[in-house]
């Protein structure tokens, strides 16, 4: 799987640079992902801006994923979905579950109040 990693203050911004998440990725897509809960610095923030298309299995692979992180006191989200993509999430219901904004700048937002809400808590 082919990413553009930009490592921020307190965040990483992935950008998958591939056109399909299909099913044969997911073990990929948890190893890339996961790592960085280990890292000082684990929020990230996965932009699929070219995501055209996403299969089931890659779908639940980012579900799973992104539990782990909240699990861990840590925040994903996922941004710049094309519509084709959020189509098909809000059809098959994963949608719901993902943390996703229309924008990187956004993105960044949720993660530095959820850093804010850890920090009041």
Same mark, same amino acid.
């Given at each position: 799987?082919?990413?553009?990693?930009? /490592?921020?203050?307190?965040? %990483?911004?992935?950008?998958?640079?591939?056109?399909?998440?299909?099913?044969?990725? @997911?073990?990929?897509?948890?190893?890339?992902?996961?790592?960085?809960?280990?890292?000082?610095?684990?929020?990230?923030?996965?932009? !699929?801006?070219?995501?055209?298309?996403?299969?089931?299995?890659?779908?639940? @692979?980012?579900?799973?994923?992104?539990?782990?992180?909240?699990?861990?006191? %840590?925040?994903?989200?996922?941004?710049? &979905?094309?519509?084709?993509? #959020?189509?098909? &999430?809000?059809? @098959?219901?994963?949608?719901? #579950? !993902?943390?996703? /904004?229309?924008?990187?700048?956004?993105?960044?937002?949720?993660?530095?109040?959820?850093?804010?809400?850890?920090? &009041?808590?």
């Amino acid at each position: 799987m082919k990413v553009k990693i930009d /490592t921020k203050e307190k965040m %990483h911004v992935i950008t998958i640079t591939e056109k399909n998440l299909a099913a044969n990725m @997911t073990e990929e897509i948890k190893q890339n992902l996961l790592k960085y809960l280990g890292e000082p610095v684990a929020n990230v923030i996965v932009n !699929l801006k070219n995501i055209a298309e996403i299969e089931p299995e890659a779908a639940q @692979t980012l579900a799973f994923v992104q539990q782990k992180f909240y699990e861990q006191n %840590h925040s994903m989200v996922f941004c710049e &979905l094309q519509p084709e993509v #959020t189509a098909f &999430l809000d059809k @098959t219901g994963f949608l719901e #579950t !993902l943390n996703v /904004t229309p924008t990187e700048s956004e993105a960044y937002d949720m993660v530095q109040m959820e850093e804010i809400e850890r920090e &009041l808590l």
